[in-house]
């Protein structure tokens, strides 16, 4: 017997044990009152067994046809929007939610006390560890404090002795003893580097601290969430793709002689929705999407169904701005690039210091010396970065009137690839040696000690109100501003080639002037030359050479 008619004969038996049985009438006879004494008589004298009573079963009516064993439930009736939500509840996963500093959450440990003793006695070792640091970096911090206050008055004092012309014998013997006491400032430097060591080396192996970094809970104040945060770029950022690419395609040293970045530094085109569409390639591009025959000019404003085909199933884009994120070293349509792009970076140094943007082509042919020029698109400088202001990792907010505005690259026809490469390059220290240790300023302009907020630390520069686009020296206005490449900042680079776009808007529109066109000179074969000397004499023989 089939193991499910076997369980349903048994539930079959037991539910009719259960019921009372029918009168031969069709009535069902009326069951006799439960009796109140322990045991019931009958008119012979014995004892009568007593039966329990029957159990009324609880909650709706089952029909009998559900008490087939093989009987399956019929669907549910639901409308289309109740349909999608319980087919969106049951296919998709559950997200985590959203944790930043918009949204926090408090740590908890992945593992209870008490459940592995080893992760207890790990965690109470870095505990006792990260005490006895800070414990150090408290008496460090009041050396430094105790150093500070005879240099700010030796710098003072040496400042009012040197206003004056003749100065006496004892005057002189003070300014020495002013001037000795501040040549030991390059102590008090080291004092603070190591100090900003212990800040970091206090917290470096807590898991609360590394958690909070790991889950976007960043506050770049603390020294120890900057130091974090710059090694997940170093190690695990595209760092080494950057560079990778920046010396493949030679902008190390072709452009600049050296690069060494200290800065994250993204570059953002933004384009409508149809010329994104347009800069696709075939691959990615859907059987029936071909590119415009009629003039672009004409064409930007036509919608195709195959264009609202693709922004349904893909993006769902509309007549909007589309946001692309370039990676270094790839092709770009010259479409995507008519526009100025969003610059996002993420700088690790708490104090305010100020960047030169330049954005450079270095691959312009110049006819004339049978070589390639340079040519300036962007320039703008004075760029102030802190990685404690409200801009951290956000964009880069530049002046609406730049120096040198942007110009959209305009590859030349019959050229190859463009090089297209954007920097950030730090402008000077106000010392003129180095930028503050840990971050503070350690100058006599400013207070001793604090960390230097709304005033920058570099130098500002004055740039020529005009400055020629074709053929900039890039070494030569890095030599002659003080740009030190070598010391960080940011870098980025893209590729492009010519199209249409550039000929048919570029050109005549936006830069308002005639394209030249380049191509390979005509090679003349040296045979074809000497008979071309030859002709018109007696020694030349066109048949000559032929079989």
Do not use: C
């Not at 002795?161 to 006496?168: E, M, P, S, V």
């Not at 790991?214 to 190690?235: C, F, G, T």
């Not at 609202?308 to 270094?328: A, F, I, S």
């Not at 463009?418 to 220290?429: C, V």
């Amino acid at each position: 017997m089939h193991p499910l008619r076997r369980v349903a004969l048994r539930n079959a038996t037991r539910a009719a044990s259960t019921t009372a049985a029918p009168s031969p009438s069709g009535t069902a006879k009326p069951s006799p009152p439960p009796s109140s004494t322990k045991g019931a008589t009958t008119q012979s004298g014995k004892k009568a067994k007593l039966s329990p009573a029957p159990v009324k079963p609880s909650g709706p009516k089952v029909p009998e046809i559900a008490k087939d064993p093989f009987y399956r439930r019929p669907p549910l009736q639901l409308d289309k929007k109740e349909f999608r939500e319980r087919k969106k509840r049951l296919l998709l996963p559950r997200r985590r939610p959203q944790i930043s500093n918009f949204a926090p959450k408090n740590y908890s440990r992945p593992i209870p006390k008490g459940i592995v003793p080893a992760y207890d006695l790990a965690l109470q070792l870095i505990a006792e560890d990260s005490v006895n640091i800070q414990k150090e970096a408290e008496d460090l911090a009041k050396q430094i404090i105790n150093a500070e206050q005879p240099l700010r008055e030796a710098e003072k004092a040496a400042e009012s002795l040197r206003k004056k012309q003749d100065l006496t014998a004892e005057e002189t013997s003070l300014l020495a003893s002013h001037e000795k006491i501040i040549s030991e400032t390059p102590r008090a430097n080291e004092m603070r580097d190591k100090l900003g060591i212990l800040q970091v080396q206090a917290k470096t192996n807590d898991p609360e601290t590394r958690w909070k970094v790991q889950n976007a809970m960043v506050d770049m104040s603390i020294p120890v969430h900057r130091y974090l945060e710059e090694q997940k770029w170093r190690k695990n950022g595209n760092l080494d793709l950057l560079m990778e690419r920046v010396h493949q395609m030679n902008i190390v040293p072709d452009v600049i002689p050296v690069m060494h970045p200290s800065l994250d530094l993204q570059v953002v085109y933004r384009t409508p929705a149809r010329e994104f569409l347009q800069s696709l390639p075939n691959s990615e591009r859907l059987p029936n999407q071909q590119r415009p025959t009629a003039p672009p000019e004409e064409d930007v404003e036509r919608d195709t169904e195959a264009d609202r085909h693709w922004r349904n199933k893909h993006h769902g884009l509309k007549r909007r701005k589309v946001q692309m994120q370039v990676e270094p070293g790839t092709y770009l349509d010259s479409r995507q690039t008519q526009l100025a792009p969003k610059l996002y970076t993420r700088v690790f140094h708490p104090d305010t210091r100020l960047y030169t943007l330049v954005m450079v082509d270095y691959d312009v042919p110049d006819p004339s010396n049978q070589s390639f020029t340079s040519f300036l698109h962007w320039l703008v400088p004075n760029v102030p970065l802190s990685a404690t202001k409200p801009g951290y990792n956000h964009r880069i907010l530049l002046p609406k009137i730049s120096h040198t505005p942007y110009l959209p690259p305009h590859p030349q026809k019959g050229t190859t690839y463009h090089r297209y490469a954007t920097f950030l390059l730090p402008q000077a220290p106000l010392n003129g040696v180095a930028y503050p240790p840990n971050g503070r300023v350690q100058d006599k302009l400013y207070e001793p000690g604090l960390i230097s907020g709304s005033q920058p630390t570099s130098k500002t520069i004055t740039l020529p109100n005009q400055i020629e686009r074709e053929g900039f020296d890039m070494r030569a206005f890095i030599k002659e501003f003080e740009l030190n490449p070598a010391l960080g900042g940011g870098v980025h680079m893209f590729r492009e080639v010519w199209d249409e776009w550039v000929s048919s808007v570029i050109y005549p529109k936006v830069l308002k002037k005639p394209e030249p066109v380049f191509g390979r000179p005509k090679i003349v074969p040296p045979h074809k030359a000497i008979m071309e000397e030859l002709k018109g004499t007696r020694y030349f023989n066109p048949n000559e050479g032929e079989e």
